[in-house]
């Protein structure tokens, strides 16, 4: 059962009609007590509560309304309708635990599609589901070569299981190198899109004025540069997801025009004024805290939470250091038949060893101190030793160059002075700065950002 509020009857009627026919029941009331009341005696499983509902249009009531649907039932999801105007009054509604917000007018299929997530999201878990273990994951969905049995893992990959078959926007958040984009792959891969492209953008790596003929395309001469027709990346996802990976660097100009589109659902190619209509699953990534990048007022709080209907936070390699076992087996299998070496193995002593290891650069840098040291070794069992040599072989390199006294510099001070040199050396070119120091332009970026250093000429 789905409870409409709204006071306009025609609004009512054509949503109960839409809602009807995709399988839902309906109660339609026109205000607050109205509403209260229904939500009290027949248990609606969700509310679709229009903002704007009484002569008041500055959405007070609404609010005023949710926030007693909150009180009262704190469990039941509410999604907002506001007038396209007020993105803001949605944002407070969001705030204020509303589950999802919809603009005015709407589009059909998307608005079903929004109340199948929410619905998805809320569906009360039926107690065997909570236990589902990795083997009986791996029987219901496709979960490739994401390794571990971790608590933390298992309760991603239920939560991507769970909103894979739905249209909802995910916002995947991780440090560096814990498995970001395997799981936005995985996420496709489990959806009724998976035959439909993947397509992966890199926000990091795209300049505020690029980005619109990157995402949406252009036409010849929509600008001076553009000499021939260029397809944009929405619509080389249609049909199917695309992936927008360091969402955290994108410009606040670039935000907005992001934000237009995901709302509207629909884009205008460069130099081309008709608009696309827009059937793209949504999937982010970034390794910053998005919610703390909005309270420090770097990212906008209406494209947060258009993108987040659902978060994945990907735990660090260090908070499941049971996995680290698991995982080395599967780096040294691939690794006996790349390097053609079917007796390999990792000992118990190297294993532990491993798991004493800070590795900041999580499964990323695990698996290439695994490859390094393969590479280095000359027996099939690999040992302490083995890790440990190629550590002394990057030292080794290093200090026969004009590396400082130990005691002299911090490892940050090091850092720094190297990303500087590199800069000097490339002469401020970042693309190539950060592939020489083995970095993604979006790591990069935030070493520049932590030091403050200042890249002049791009
Ligand atoms: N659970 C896992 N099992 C096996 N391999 C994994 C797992 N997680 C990550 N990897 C491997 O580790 C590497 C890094 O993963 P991925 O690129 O998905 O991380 P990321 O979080 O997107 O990193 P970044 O923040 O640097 O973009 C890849 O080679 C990937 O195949
Ligand atoms: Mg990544």
Redesign the pocket.
């Known amino acids: 059962m789905i409870l409409l509020v709204d006071d306009d009857v025609a609004v009512r009627t054509s949503l109960g009609l839409l809602l009807k026919q995709a399988g839902y029941q309906t109660q339609a009331v026109p205000g607050a007590a109205e509403a209260l009341v229904a939500a009290e005696t027949t248990l609606p499983q969700l509310v679709l509560l229009d903002m704007n509902f009484a002569l008041d249009t500055s959405g007070a009531d609404g609010l005023q309304l949710l926030a007693e649907f909150k009180r009262r039932f704190p469990a039941l999801p509410v999604v907002l309708l506001t007038g396209w105007g007020s993105i803001a009054l949605a944002v407070e509604g969001m705030k204020a635990g509303a589950a999802e917000f919809l603009t005015k007018p709407w589009n059909n299929e998307h608005l079903l599609s929004t109340i199948e997530t929410v619905l998805a999201l809320h569906a009360p878990e039926p107690a065997t589901e909570t236990a589902l273990t990795r083997r009986q994951l791996d029987a219901r969905y496709d979960f490739g070569?994401?390794?571990?049995q971790d608590a933390g893992?298992l309760h991603v990959l239920r939560q991507v299981g769970q909103v894979a078959a739905t249209d909802a926007s995910v916002l995947i958040e991780?440090?560096?190198?814990?498995?970001?984009?395997?799981i936005a792959e995985a996420l496709h891969r489990n959806s009724p899109r998976r035959r439909q492209p993947f397509v992966k953008v890199n926000l990091g790596g795209i300049s505020a004025s690029l980005f619109e003929s990157e995402l949406f395309g252009h036409r010849r001469g929509a600008f001076t540069d553009a000499k021939t027709d260029r397809v944009g990346r929405f619509e080389l996802a249609q049909g199917g997801t695309i992936f927008l990976?360091e969402i955290g660097e994108l410009d606040l100009a670039s935000q907005v025009k992001l934000l237009r589109v995901l709302q509207d659902r629909t884009y205008e190619v460069l130099g081309d004024s008709k608009p696309r209509r827009l059937d793209i699953r949504v999937v982010c990534?970034t390794?910053r805290r998005l919610a703390e990048e909005v309270r420090a007022g770097r990212f906008r709080e209406d494209l947060f939470y258009r993108i987040n209907l659902l978060t994945l936070r990907?735990p660090a390699l260090r908070e499941r250091p049971q996995d680290i076992g698991l995982?080395v087996r599967?780096f040294v299998e691939q690794l006996r038949t790349t390097y053609l070496r079917p007796a390999l193995q990792v000992g118990t002593r190297a294993l532990h060893w491993l798991q004493e290891q800070p590795l900041p650069g999580n499964?990323?840098e695990l698996?290439n101190v695994v490859e390094r040291a393969v590479l280095v070794s000359s027996h099939d069992e690999l040992t302490p030793d083995d890790f440990q040599a190629q550590n002394f072989a990057l030292t080794a390199a290093a200090t026969s160059g004009e590396l400082p006294a130990p005691g002299t510099m911090t490892l940050d001070e090091v850092e720094e002075q190297m990303i500087r040199r590199t800069l000097v050396h490339y002469e401020g070119n970042l693309s190539r700065v950060a592939r020489a120091l083995g970095l993604?332009r979006g790591?990069l970026y935030r070493r520049l950002e932590k030091y403050g250093i200042e890249v002049v000429g791009t």
């Open positions: 070569a994401i390794v571990g893992l991780g440090e560096s190198g814990t498995g970001k984009e395997l990976d990534a390794n990907l995982l599967h499964i990323r698996k993604s790591a």
